[in-house]
């Protein structure tokens, strides 16, 4: 997995709460057995009219939002269902960050899965990034942020600076690029003994 | 020194806990792990790639539902993308040696209704699946949650995950439901209640005399929504009623008293304490009909369409306003005077035997308004054969039903069973979110009994005033 170090971006201002993953990746988009290329399919049903072509009301259609790699959204983002296309669109897509005030449990676990950043902010911050990327695209320029996950703060060139909470665990993994799996493979003893001390007959070796 | 009193959540959290490395979250023990075609792929080729075994395979069980057709089972998958993902799993499951239920077989179904009825539910286990929905499971004294793609390779690899401490949360109900007032109908006021997000951090128990009172079936119903209110997982403590629905199904342990005798230890210690509580009445539930595009957009059938300026809160405004626009509803129209195009029923939610036999009660002798297209989707082979011997499905046909094979089917319409933009559909399922059941389709999410009842009138009424036939 990539590593997370910091990143600076343009912002997409998504300026709805209660965003599911039904949106974020429709299902019709879920019968595919690969993990990559679901960044066309992203918000597909409000992204694309009818027709196919672009809906030109849609935020991430918006000039200021070309080439947006963080995406701030209001609370409860991603809830509904567990499908990891949620997050595979969006990092498919471009996004290596989500900024929102609440996320949903599973996607936000999902997001660093995949070397995204998903960060927690007070409301009040999240209102203050929606009005200052307002105020940018109305002014014909695109809004931009810098995530420092050493540090733990988001900012803009503008005086924004707000740090953000995040697990150590989680924030090692992100910086390192961590496998997961290699991880929990080096405590297999541990693995074992449980379930022997649980009554499982014993496994074959396990893979590596 | 006596031990701190647990609750059930905890004596299960603290049973599973594998090892604590220096800097790592604590990786626990997962017992058992579901499988189903839609969210599986990706993480076998992880498995491949890396040249992975699956560590228990003996744990893992695989299903198809989520993209399956309905109909004839005996003619070709017509979709290729799909039929190419039921292949794939066939062919992970065979590579892997995972125990698969497949198209075919008289055991396949959704996932959620095939875990219980062939006992590899068991109280104090956790479960997981790549699916939101696997909280079912917990109706059953499990902690039972939905992980990613990326997670259900980590328990085909390791048979443990690595999840921080979830916080307890007790939603008590008291009481008793009126005659006619169903699980769904409970588990959506409570929905309502909470917010979609009530629950975001938590896992619920739900407790109370409300709750002891409901059959294994409808503490299922009630379980599965846990995660419409955001919560990781619901739970409900074993008892008698838990043990019986258990006993002498074909994935249970050999010596089954003892096994009770271990489950009968698992509900929490008296003075066990909660991190958040929450005291609801049975008795305040009226039949509910969600008008949204969440599951906490609900009302009773009495209610009329909210303003959206009635809500404080101004994300609650501008959801209400969209939702209210995308569901082509105005504000003040009476919940009864909706007009449906499609009805549902089905799901992991509401298709299970006891699911059926009250929409049949309530279709009986009736017919399906013309105006209406309805169908019935059993969730499993085993729940189709049970309808069918109990004639269930000639009531349904009779009424005007479509009778059709197990699977998700239109709570995500994957398969093509989908709406079309526009349909109002009242449906058993768990989710009205926008495009849900298909791009442009208008969900309303109902019982069972208010499903039949307006596949028949073609609009919504108030069941307490059914005239069974």
Redesign the interface.
């Given at each position: 997995m990539e590593p997370f170090i910091t990143h600076t971006g343009i912002v997409a201002a998504l300026d709805?709460?209660?965003v599911?993953t039904?949106?974020i990746i429709?299902?019709?988009f879920?019968?595919?057995?690969?993990?990559t290329g679901f960044g066309q399919y992203l918000f597909f049903?409000w992204r694309f009219l009818a027709d196919g072509s672009p809906n030109p009301e849609f935020e991430l259609n918006q000039p200021a939002a070309r080439g947006a790699s963080i995406l701030v959204a209001?609370?409860?983002f991603g809830?509904?269902?567990?499908?990891?296309h949620a997050?595979w669109s969006l990092a498919d897509y471009g996004f290596r960050v989500v900024i929102a005030p609440?996320?949903?449990?599973?996607f936000f676990?999902?997001c660093f899965?995949?070397g995204m950043l998903p960060i927690r902010l007070d409301e009040q911050d999240v209102d203050e990034l929606l009005r200052r990327a307002a105020a940018a695209a109305k002014a014909g320029t695109n809004y931009r942020l810098h995530v420092d996950l050493p540090a733990a703060t988001v900012s803009d060139d503008a005086g924004f600076s707000k740090p953000f909470q995040i697990?150590?665990?989680?924030r090692?993994c992100l910086l390192e690029g961590l496998d997961?799996?290699s991880?929990?493979?080096?405590?297999?003893a541990?693995?074992t003994a449980?379930?022997a001390g649980?009554g499982?007959p014993p496994?074959?070796a396990?893979?590596? | 020194m006596p031990a701190k009193p647990r609750t059930l959540l905890e004596k299960i959290w603290d049973d599973h806990l594998v090892c604590a490395p220096d800097g790592d979250q604590p990786m626990r023990y997962i017992d058992r792990h579901l499988v189903h075609e839609g969210t599986s792929p990706q993480a076998f080729e992880g498995l491949r790639l890396a040249g992975r075994r699956i560590r228990r395979p003996e744990a893992t069980f695989a299903t198809p539902d989520h993209n399956v057709p309905t109909t004839d089972r005996r003619l070709p998958i017509a979709d290729p993308i799909s039929k190419q993902q039921i292949d794939t799993l066939r062919n992970n499951c065979r590579e892997f040696g995972v125990r698969l239920f497949d198209l075919g077989d008289a055991d396949q179904g959704i996932v959620h209704v095939i875990g219980p009825e062939l006992g590899i539910t068991q109280p104090g286990m956790t479960i997981v699946c790549g699916d939101s929905h696997t909280a079912t499971h917990g109706a059953f004294g499990a902690l039972a949650f939905g992980v990613g793609t990326s997670e259900v390779e980590h328990v085909l690899a390791t048979q443990t995950l690595r999840q921080s401490k979830p916080r307890s949360f007790e939603v008590r109900v008291e009481g008793a439901l009126h005659p006619g007032i169903t699980a769904k109908d409970l588990v959506l006021f409570l929905i309502g209640k909470l917010s979609t997000e009530g629950g975001t951090g938590y896992v619920i128990e739900y407790t109370g005399e409300c709750i002891r009172n409901l059959g294994m079936e409808e503490r299922m119903t009630v379980c599965n929504m846990s995660i419409e209110a955001g919560a990781r997982a619901g739970m409900i403590a074993p008892d008698q009623k838990t043990f019986d629905y258990l006993r002498g199904r074909d994935f249970v342990p050999q010596d089954f008293d003892r096994a009770v005798a271990r489950w009968s230890t698992l509900p929490g210690d008296a003075g066990a304490v909660f991190d958040r509580v929450e005291i609801y009445n049975g008795g305040d539930v009226v039949p509910q009909v969600t008008w949204g595009t969440n599951p906490a957009q609900v009302v009773g059938i009495d209610a009329a369409i909210p303003d959206p300026g009635c809500f404080a809160d101004a994300a609650d405004r501008d959801s209400a306003t969209r939702a209210i626009e995308y569901m082509g509803l105005t504000s003040g129209t009476r919940i009864a005077d909706l007009a449906l195009d499609r009805v549902f029923i089905g799901s992991c939610t509401n298709s299970r035997i006891e699911d059926l036999r009250a929409a049949a009660r309530v279709a009986q002798g009736y017919r399906v308004a013309p105006t209406v297209h309805a169908m019935v989707v059993p969730g499993s082979g085993r729940v189709k054969r049970q309808a069918e011997q109990e004639g269930l499905d000639r009531i349904f046909t009779a009424a005007g039903f479509e009778w059709r094979e197990a699977g998700c089917s239109m709570c995500l319409g994957m398969n093509p069973d989908t709406l079309s933009p526009g349909q109002r559909c009242a449906s058993t399922s768990n989710r009205n979110f926008e495009g849900r059941q298909g791009k442009g389709g208008r969900t309303h999410l109902v019982s069972p009994a208010m499903a039949a009842a307006a596949a028949v009138q073609g609009h919504f009424v108030d069941i307490r005033e059914w005239q069974y036939r």
């Open positions: 709805r709460a209660n599911d039904d949106q429709p299902k019709q879920l019968k595919r057995i690969e993990r049903d209001r609370r409860n809830c509904g269902s567990s499908r990891e997050p609440t996320f949903a449990d599973i676990s999902n899965q995949n697990d150590p665990f989680r090692t997961n799996i991880l929990s493979l080096k405590n297999v541990d693995i449980w379930e649980h499982l496994v074959a396990a893979g590596r | -």
